[in-house]
T-cell receptor, first 117, second 114 residues
Framework: DAGVIQSPRHEVTEMGQEVTLRCKPI?????LFWYRQTMMRGLELLIY????????DSGMPEDRFSAKMPNASFSTLKIQPSEPRDSAVYFC???????????????FGAGTRLSVL | QKEVEQDPGPLSVPEGAIVSLNCTYS??????FMWYRQYSRKGPELLMY????GNKEDGRFTAQVDKSSKYISLFIRDSQPSDSATYLC??????????????FGTGTLLAVQP
């Protein structure tokens, strides 16, 4: 398997523009996670989906952020309008969620490095 | 106070040294403990996984969990320059659903000097 695929790898945009980040999870995985990583705050969970349904979006910083998962093989994270403080690396991760004490291991993509000028 | 605390480093050691990385946490509900390794400009990858208290060894790596002290450690023996990376601890509680949220530490940057 190719692993979790994110695009674009790098995005440079101007303040106020719309930004769309894309993620293709590992085939067969039923949970998908969006994270943001900065030097100051580390890796923060923004939102996660289980079976394409958003379960917890409490980490989404503001209404400018939205995420969708229209099917099991694709998800988007959108920022509109973007601001300089949104500059960070955004990671997508997927896992095969099982009950009990099963190892719900998350596999990460390579990330999208976003710079908002 | 953050749920998970981790010294950001950087930590610089000579090749062959024993490295000790640590995290403390405040949520007594955490039962699953992980260490992820992140190379520069890459995504984190799982290195070690431990359930509840105790030790787990995998090659040069040993993970320890002390739930009574809310303290976890990762030891690297005979460290190599290729071990140079950021190490993130992560943990989760057992929620009602099948998917467990992970709470990450901020990561410790390790540099192993040849």
């Amino acid at each position: 398997d190719a692993g979790v695929i994110q695009s674009p790898r790098h995005e440079v945009t101007e303040m106020g523009q719309e930004v769309t980040l894309r993620c293709k999870p590992i085939s067969g995985h039923n949970s998908l996670f969006w994270y943001r990583q900065t030097m100051m705050r580390g890796l923060e969970l923004l939102i996660y989906f289980n079976n394409n349904v958003p379960i917890d979006d409490s980490g989404m910083p503001e209404d400018r952020f939205s995420a969708k998962m229209p099917n099991a093989s694709f998800s988007t994270l959108k920022i509109q309008p973007s601001e300089p403080r949104d500059s960070a690396v955004y990671f997508c991760a997927s896992s095969l969620a099982r009950g009990g004490r099963a190892r719900n291991i998350q596999y990460f993509g390579a990330g999208t490095r976003l710079s908002v000028l | 106070q953050k749920e998970v605390e981790q010294d950001p480093g950087p930590l610089s050691v000579p090749e062959g040294a024993i490295v000790s990385l640590n995290c403390t946490y405040s949520n007594s509900a955490f039962q699953y403990f992980m260490w992820y390794r992140q190379y520069s400009r890459k995504g984190p990858e799982l290195l070690m996984y431990t359930y509840s208290s105790g030790n787990k060894e995998d090659g040069r790596f040993t993970a320890q969990v002390d739930k009574s002290s809310k303290y976890i450690s990762l030891f690297i023996r005979d460290s190599q320059p290729s071990d140079s990376a950021t190490y993130l601890c992560a943990m989760s509680a057992r929620y009602g659903g099948a998917t467990n949220k992970l709470i990450f530490g901020t990561g410790t940057l390790l540099a192993v000097q040849p």
